[in-house]
């Protein structure tokens, strides 16, 4: 009754009112509904761009290069025209960051670690409770058929291969990508964008884990340093027996400007990978999530290491400065890493 009331006293005091005062009224309505729907689009908006990975290739150079500014959200991620290229340097922690990411994310394909089996294959491995299995890996976790799968439908890629590899991926998926957005109608195609992250850790102790690799074939480099003071060239030589690289890392990537995207739609950025979870939590903002995340089952490639015994450590800093200085001189990865780390080209983990 009350609220009828209240209706019947505002009619009444509207027929009252002139037309003047009516039609300011409404104007004033308007404009209440205009900005309440404005600030509802703002809002919606925002909320949006917030849940979109962060880095954005939309502004170009006058070269014809794409401006990258990592504050900024990256919106082309919507469209598919983004992939992050793993290039897994040896002993980098690369098997355990590419099996727990597959287990954790969607489309991500790797030599130790594929999305699609993922789950399942470390189910198996913690059944089985395998350590190693030098054929399959943890429970076939690392069984993945590349020419039989591709990797037209991965968002991350990791990958134990030469440095030509990513260069012939890079063309074959930019292909492949054109030639869709050409059979779908559009007309101004857009390329995939590669960004490529490498990993590097602190030199001598990224040297005595290769050494451990080698731990079979090779001694003096981890347990005997007798000589290493006074003669540079045994240093050398030692130096160069514990290295290896496997030919992963391209001498190309030393130029590269981490600010832009260069001609062929690749861009290089470095990041310190031990410890492994501070780019796995980067990495969080930038995949999918899975809709039912797997336990990742952990592979050991390693002989364990006992830094009591590697008398590098305890060498004077002057000879460890020489050790230093011949890896960065003798290797374009070492080089590379010397180069990137501390720089805007390595990543904000």
């Not at 670690?113 to 913690?126: C, K, L, M, T």
Request: aromatic share 10%; proline share 3%; net charge neutral.
């Amino acid at each position: 009754m009350q609220r009828r009331k209240q209706i019947v006293d505002f009619e009444q005091s509207w027929i009252g009112t002139n037309l003047l005062s009516k039609k300011l009224l409404l104007a004033m309505l308007g404009c209440l509904v205009v900005i309440h729907m404005y600030s509802e689009q703002t809002v919606l908006q925002r909320d949006s761009e917030s849940t979109i990975s962060k880095y954005s290739f939309e502004n170009r150079n006058s070269d014809g290069n794409q401006s990258i500014d990592d504050g900024n959200y990256y919106k082309e991620k919507q469209n598919s025209s983004f992939v992050f290229g793993h290039v897994h340097m040896a002993k980098t922690g690369g098997s355990t960051l590419n099996g727990w990411l597959a287990a954790k994310y969607e489309r991500v394909c790797g030599n130790k670690g594929y999305s699609y089996n993922a789950y399942a294959a470390n189910v198996r491995a913690f059944e089985a409770a395998k350590k190693v299995d030098w054929n399959k890996g943890s429970g076939g976790a690392w069984v993945y058929n590349e020419k039989e799968i591709g990797f037209e439908d991965c968002d991350y890629i990791s990958k134990e291969a030469g440095a030509g590899f990513w260069d012939l991926l890079n063309r074959k998926l930019n292909k492949e990508y054109k030639e869709a957005q050409e059979e779908d109608g559009v007309e101004n195609t857009k390329n995939l964008i590669m960004e490529l992250h490498i990993p590097c850790r602190d030199p001598i102790d990224h040297l005595l884990s290769m050494a451990n690799h080698k731990a079979n074939v090779i001694k003096q480099v981890i347990y005997n340093c007798s000589g290493f003071e006074s003669n540079d060239t045994l240093l050398e030589q030692e130096v160069e027996r514990g290295y290896f690289d496997m030919g992963r890392f391209h001498k190309d990537w030393l130029s590269m400007n981490a600010t832009q995207v260069n001609k062929d739609n690749v861009r290089v950025r470095c990041f310190n990978s031990i410890p492994v979870e501070p780019y796995m939590t980067y990495m969080d903002t930038l995949l999918q999530k899975r809709r039912i995340p797997g336990k990742y089952y952990p592979h050991a490639t390693n002989p364990t290491r006992n830094k009591t015994n590697e008398c590098v450590l305890d060498l004077p800093e002057e000879t460890k400065e020489k050790i230093r200085n011949i890896l960065i001189r003798k290797h374009y990865y070492m080089k590379f890493c010397d180069q990137c780390m501390g720089t805007e080209q390595e990543l904000p983990l």
